[in-house]
């Protein structure tokens, strides 16, 4: 059985003139102890699902229809209060940002021990002694000593290193994180990745890694979604989405990312930009931009098709209908 | 042979950041001094691209500054075409040499002016030098420079906040050209864009080098963007070069420990499954960096030499590296 199921997702945000639909019939599975990427580029909707599954949905925006599954449970549509249970105990988060992600006012020791009596039946010195082993697996040096420290005597690194023991403190399922190594430096950024592939692999916890960085998602996922406006336009093995895209969008994309270790003369361009909300074209939504669109595109929203290894939005992949090759 | 157009020498600059004179006294804390660019020497020749890479606190966004003038060197000098940059900066001769080196920032929603039009954003260049000053000829001008960044004269009437960061981008770029510079200070112009954006961006100021024989001062923490439009590649760690070389060489056989570490640590799409050691340790503090070599905490081949002593960048085997192990022939 999937861990996570995202069946239909829509979300939306109602306003003075009109709904805007961020999130357009998102569907996807997480199995038990995988890794999925889910990339794209602003504006893509990657950070909303992330939200939409811990719960985090800034008001207005609301689920407006779908269901999210955790366990087979419907996590959805539960209340705040029961939310606040799930959220920790079966679900763990981190965010891009250290600095935010703690509070500044507690010591780490204090904000990881109330984070694992919150959702574990242990007294004080067993959370303590559970706290301090969180931080030593996490890399952090003399951690008992260091547990008694505050956010701002750690360094930028340190306190991501932190956010993912906080992640894991209440042994949670699974871990939604969203570009959790963005604001790091490039030699920190291999570390921390390092760090989450081995402690979630270890915990048998599965991950839902949000990032536009495809160079991370290479190195540490199973699987990946491509989103495009509010859209999941492939998703497929890792390999097999970078090397052998089907969806011309994750084409393109591919092309365009500078890589370091091929050179070439030009970049590939996508030319125009992604659509805003309130003007997401008919059809396929990305036939504007699309070198192989058809007319079929234009009318008709493509559901996601067998396409090889991987599944893409993407009616040249319709084996019954003519597609033009 | 000409000298090249850019020559940077020993170029440094440090920062007071000492709290205030009261409370030195009073707390008896000492001056505090940052060297966030400490001894920095290079050459661009002519329509080439130098590319500049370090992580946070290196310094190289400093050194950008330095070379359009903004901040005043404290060792140290900037050569442009034959002349003393920051002399002539101050002299009557600066303005003729503030048309012949301009910038493109990283923000490209912090460094248009949100309440004027594009027309008055990219044409202010031509008005303050006086380049052109009839409205007419103006307009026509403002409208081929948006056109040589794919932009349409027609949108030179809207304001910043009606396009995108990649048409932001695209005419601070525009702006830059105005004056046709011949040097180009870029500092990350595409770190805040998405991909797709980055790779028009970055094609438009490949193709504009080409076309216009432009040379660019390139700025970037992301080495796969560096490698596609430097000439030559500089690594900065804490305020200074450790290593200087051609782009092929720099990326097919990094010699600096630094370098090498940077380079195995991008996340690479192409070289799945591929586990490599990762860096140890993080960068240093810049307001105490540590004594020799900086990078001896954290480097595999540090011996007793790398903590005393620091090393000079030297040319080596046709590249410029300050390393003791490589100099030594350790490694």
């Known amino acids: 059985m999937s861990l996570l199921q995202v069946q239909n997702l829509i979300v939306e945000f109602p306003h003075r003139r009109g709904t805007l639909r961020a999130l357009d019939d998102i569907s996807f599975e997480i199995a038990p102890g995988e890794i999925l990427g889910v990339v794209g580029e602003s504006g893509a909707g990657k950070s909303l699902t992330g939200a939409s599954i811990i719960g985090l949905l800034e008001p207005p925006g609301r689920v407006a229809s779908g269901q999210i599954m955790l366990e087979g449970q419907r996590i959805d549509n539960l209340s705040h209060e029961q939310m606040r249970h799930i959220r920790g105990r079966k679900i763990g988060a981190i965010f891009q940002d250290p600095l935010t992600s703690l509070n500044p006012l507690y010591t780490v020791g204090r904000q990881l021990t109330e984070t694992i009596q919150a959702h574990l039946p242990v007294d004080g010195a067993e959370a ?4 301090v082993g969180l931080l030593e697996d996490t890399g952090i040096p003399a951690a008992a000593e260091r547990i008694d420290h505050y956010p701002h005597q750690f360094s ?3 306190r991501q290193r932190v956010v993912i023991a906080l992640a894991l403190a209440a042994e949670p ?22 760090l989450l592939k081995r402690v979630c692999k270890e915990r048998g916890a599965a991950v839902m890694l949000i990032t536009h960085d495809m160079g991370v998602i290479a190195e540490t996922c199973d699987r990946v979604a491509v989103m495009y406006a509010g859209r999941i336009a492939e998703i497929g093995p890792v390999h097999d989405v970078i090397n052998q895209p089907a969806h011309p969008y994750s084409m393109g994309l591919m092309a365009a990312i500078p890589d370091i270790t091929i050179e070439r003369e030009r970049l590939h361009q996508i030319d125009g930009a992604m659509p805003r909300l309130n003007a997401i074209p008919a059809g396929c939504a990305y036939n504007p931009r699309c070198p192989r669109a058809f007319a079929r595109c234009t009318v008709e929203r493509p559901d996601l098709l067998e396409a090889g290894a ?13 597609a033009p090759v | 042979m000409t000298a090249p157009l850019v020559q940077a020498h020993d170029l440094a600059k440090t920062f007071d950041v000492s709290v205030p004179w009261l409370n030195r006294v009073i707390e008896r804390r000492p001056r505090q001094l940052l060297r966030a660019v400490d001894g920095v020497s290079f050459d661009i020749g002519k329509g080439q691209t130098l590319a500049l890479v370090g992580e946070s606190g290196c310094g190289k966004s ?17 050569t442009f075409d034959g002349q003393d940059a920051h002399a002539t900066f101050k002299s009557p001769q600066g303005r003729q040499l503030r048309r012949r080196i301009q910038m493109i920032f990283q923000d490209p929603y912090a460094s248009l002016n949100p309440r004027w039009t594009v027309e008055d954003i990219v044409g202010e260049p031509l008005k303050e030098h006086a380049i052109i000053t009839d409205a007419a000829r103006l307009k026509d001008r403002v409208g081929e420079l948006l056109d040589s960044v794919g932009l349409s004269p027609l949108d030179m009437v809207k304001f910043p ?13 525009a702006r830059a050209l105005a004056t046709e510079p011949e040097f180009l200070v870029c500092d990350e112009p595409t770190s805040a864009l998405d991909v797709s954006v980055q790779a028009q961006v970055l094609n438009i100021m490949k193709d504009l080098q080409r076309q216009r024989g432009l040379t660019y001062l390139f700025i970037s923490h992301n080495l796969a963007v560096v490698r596609h439009v430097s000439d030559q590649v500089g690594v900065m760690y804490l305020g200074r070069l450790v290593e200087l070389s051609g782009k092929r060489q720099l990326f097919g056989n990094p010699r600096h420990p630094y370098t ?25 503090n810049p307001l105490n960096p540590p004594t020799g070599c900086a990078f001896h905490p954290r480097c595999p081949n540090a011996n007793e030499r790398c903590k005393a002593e620091r090393p000079a960048l030297l040319a080596i085997q046709g590249i410029r590296i300050a390393c003791h192990a490589v100099e030594e022939g350790r490694i």
């Open chain 1, 128 to 131: 303590r002694k559970r706290a």
């Open chain 1, 156 to 158: 930028g690194g340190m």
């Open chain 1, 173 to 194: 399922k699974l871990i939604v994180a969203d570009e959790p190594t963005t604001a790091l430096d490039v030699s920190i950024q291999a570390q921390i990745i390092q």
């Open chain 1, 310 to 322: 991987t599944r893409a939005a993407c009616w040249l992949h319709d084996a019954h209908a003519g």
């Open chain 2, 62 to 78: 400093t050194v950008a500054r330095l070379l359009v003038g903004l901040y005043e060197p404290t060792r140290g000098g900037l």
């Open chain 2, 161 to 173: 906040h009606q396009f995108s960061g990649g048409q932001r981008q695209r005419i601070s770029i």
């Open chain 2, 260 to 284: 090498r570490m940077l380079l195995d640590a991008i996340p690479k799409m192409h070289d799945i499954g591929r586990s490599r050691t990762p860096v140890q340790g993080e960068v240093p």
